[in-house]
């Protein structure tokens, strides 16, 4: 094996076990409870779920955090969708599997509670089950807002809480 290669597995292990994984505390759990009312993310869910099915992508872009909205113009937000439904299919029927509490996390200090949504999802592609629609909410500027959904797959296994 070249003494390259070698080094830089070694320099990952090194990095991997030096990154210290998030733990939820009880206390951000309640507050993500408190921060984000399950009934008003669910609406939100469910009008987001309507918008990506019907392909109304201005209801879909308008339902997104500020942040996210700053980020991706009409077109690049267009563009993100399209390779997605390219990927997956349309989403033709959803079914609720779960949600969770936790943060949502990333540069310049971004730290917000979330509650993410799990929806088992028959798509133009594939059947239910094989492809899950996630959907995370956050507070944003006073109300609910996503901060991003995906269609996602588990080539190694679907989690027992998902079936």
Request: proline fraction near 5%; glycine fraction near 6%; charge should be neutral.
């Amino acid at each position: 094996m070249p003494t390259n290669r070698i080094l830089t597995i070694a320099l990952l292990i090194v990095l991997v076990g030096c990154v210290k994984a998030p733990i939820i505390t009880s206390s951000e759990q309640t507050e993500a409870d408190k921060a984000i009312n399950h009934e008003q993310a669910r609406k939100l869910c469910d009008s987001i779920v309507r918008n990506l099915q019907s392909d109304d992508r201005a209801g879909l872009r308008n339902s997104m955090a500020t942040g996210f909205r700053d980020y991706h113009d009409d077109a690049s937000f267009s563009l993100v969708v399209d390779e997605m439904l390219s990927a997956y299919g349309k989403p033709l029927e959803v079914e609720y599997r779960m949600d969770e509490l936790g943060r949502k996390t990333g540069s310049g200090n971004y730290d917000k509670p979330m509650r993410k949504f799990w929806f088992a999802t028959r798509t133009s592609k594939y059947e239910k089950g094989i492809v899950f629609l996630t959907v995370e909410v956050v507070p944003d500027e006073g109300h609910l807002a996503s901060s991003g959904f995906a269609m996602v797959t588990f080539p190694m296994g679907i989690p027992p809480s998902l079936k």
